[in-house]
């Protein structure tokens, strides 16, 4: 089965500076890969995505970024935001069935 | 946002005893999730369906039982609650099972004492 991991359980940053949150996965077979973010009390919310024929997809304020050479992809936020504080959590999508990490807290601090 | 709603949100319980959680969504996605969220270990699938009475199960299956009558509804069930099966349960839907967007509920938080 597919193992998703995160480098960081925690990550404080400052309010507008850019914040990186890293994920490692474990198949190298993996081609779909997905960010969410869950606010307190709520549901994860989607985020971005990424598809493995990329390297690079960016949104709004979000970059997503993709190694598959070494399994690895992370988000990031530019000028964070104090809205932006909740667990971010990278996901594999492997035969219709997403696989979650563990999640990474962000606080912004002001 | 999806049209996603789970009930009960919170529910406390005693050992042995049979739960139902029940998630309903308006967007007719053909896919349709359930996960339990416990700290240090993110979501982890429970089972999942991919239409009307085709479920399959997830990677913590045991103990959990779901049906799927209507596109609708999908509902989890734990014949006997566990303390071990105390969490936060989140159901999910999609339209496509190749997509990465699923759109979550609530979650409902069970304590099994």
């Known amino acids: 089965g597919e193992s998703v991991g995160l480098h960081l359980p925690t990550l404080s940053v400052q309010e507008g500076d850019n914040s990186i949150i890293n994920c490692a996965y474990s198949?190298?077979?993996?081609?779909?890969f997905i960010w969410y973010k869950q606010e307190s009390g709520k549901g994860p919310q989607f985020i971005i995505d990424i598809r493995s024929n990329m390297d690079k997809r960016q949104g709004q304020r979000v970059t997503v970024l993709l190694n598959k050479t070494v399994k690895h992809l992370s988000l990031q936020i530019a000028a964070t935001q104090p809205g932006d504080s909740a667990v971010y959590f990278c996901?594999?999508?492997?035969?219709?069935?997403?696989?979650f990490g563990a999640g990474t807290t962000v606080t912004v601090r002001a | 946002d999806a049209g996603i709603t789970q009930s009960p949100r919170h529910k406390v319980t005693e050992t042995g005893t049979p739960v139902t959680l029940r998630c309903h969504q308006t967007e007719n996605h053909r896919y349709m999730y359930w996960y339990r969220q416990d700290p240090g270990h993110g979501l982890r699938l429970i089972h999942y369906?991919?239409?009307?009475?085709?479920?399959d199960k997830g990677e913590v299956s045991d103990g959990y039982s779901v049906s799927r009558s209507k596109t609708e509804d999908f509902l989890l069930t734990l014949e006997s609650a566990t303390s071990s099966q105390t969490s936060v349960y989140f159901c999910?839907?999609?339209?496509?099972?190749?997509?990465?967007?699923?759109?979550f509920g609530e979650g409902s938080r069970l304590t099994v004492l």
């Open positions: 369906s991919y239409g009307v009475k085709d479920t």
């Open positions: 996901a594999v999508n492997n035969d219709y069935k997403l696989s």
């Open positions: 999910a839907s999609g339209l496509a099972g190749d997509t990465g967007e699923l759109f």
């Open positions: 198949n190298s077979a993996s081609d779909y």
